[in-house]
């Protein structure tokens, strides 16, 4: 079955610059969409459609796709950034939907 | 505004069945598919699959095909989730979530979430 990989943990000091990559076949010909998720919350997005920004997320958030790669970059990280991220998108039919595995960020 | 509301808590013995409800506010039920995404205790985020509440047509990730149906009633505007064949590796918090494109359409991404239901299979 399809699967995204991320890297299970990603750290940074705060006002430094958080990258989080999701790879995947497909991903040249699907969407992908980012969720952060804090402890005993659901999920919520933060970038749709590869790069684009629901209204309410701080413009640190930004989205980039090259190939089989998109990635999640957050600019300037504040101690409240620290959360699950996923990412989420579709095999190549687009029948079924993927989650990648997550990533832990943590602020130091 | 849009709410997707769950209940708490169930607790199921192995072998039991489960139906989890998710009761809609705020928009038109019938326009939008419905999701389903569990989430077992400290691990990642698990898509079992969706149904259409304009029609009933569903579409399960293969991984649970043969063991959940998922349902609606309109009338009440609530989607369900029935798992049946628990057992432990069932134990989770059962999201409901709803598709994010705006109308008679899919986007396989999810806009709006429930507060998740715990549901624990224990003898």
């Known amino acids: 079955s399809y699967e995204l990989t991320q890297p299970p943990s990603v750290s940074v000091s705060p006002g430094q610059t958080a990258r989080i990559t999701c790879s995947g076949d497909?991903?040249?010909?699907?969407?992908a969409f980012w969720y952060q998720q804090k402890p005993g919350q659901a999920p919520v997005v933060v970038i749709y459609?590869?790069?684009e920004r629901p209204s309410g997320i701080p413009e640190r958030f930004s989205g980039s796709s090259s190939g089989t790669t998109v990635t999640l970059t957050i600019r300037g990280v504040q101690a409240e950034d620290e959360a699950d991220y996923y990412c989420?998108?579709?095999?190549?039919?687009?029948?079924?939907?993927?989650f990648g595995g997550g990533t832990k960020l943590t602020v130091l | 505004q849009v709410q997707l509301v769950q209940s708490g808590t169930e607790v199921k013995k192995p072998g039991a069945s489960v139906k989890v409800p998710c009761k809609t506010s705020?928009?038109?039920?019938?326009?939008?598919?419905m999701h389903w995404v569990r989430q077992a205790p400290g691990q990642g985020l698990e898509w079992m699959g969706w149904?259409?509440?304009?029609?009933?047509?569903?579409n399960y990730a293969q991984k649970f095909q043969g063991r959940v149906t998922m349902t609606r009633d309109t009338s009440i505007s609530t989607a369900y989730m029935e798992l049946s064949r628990l057992t432990s590796d069932d134990t989770a918090v059962y999201y409901c979530?709803?598709?994010?494109?705006?109308?008679?359409?899919?986007?396989?991404?999810?806009?709006?979430w429930g507060q998740g239901t715990l549901v624990t299979v224990s003898s």
């Open positions: 149904i259409k509440p304009s029609s009933g047509g569903t």
């Open positions: 979530a709803r598709d994010g494109c705006d109308g008679d359409c899919y986007s396989g991404s999810f806009d709006y």
């Open positions: 989420q998108s579709a095999d190549s039919s687009g029948t079924y939907v993927v």
């Open positions: 459609k590869d790069s």
């Open positions: 705020g928009y038109t039920f019938t326009g939008y598919h």
């Open positions: 497909a991903l040249p010909k699907q969407y």
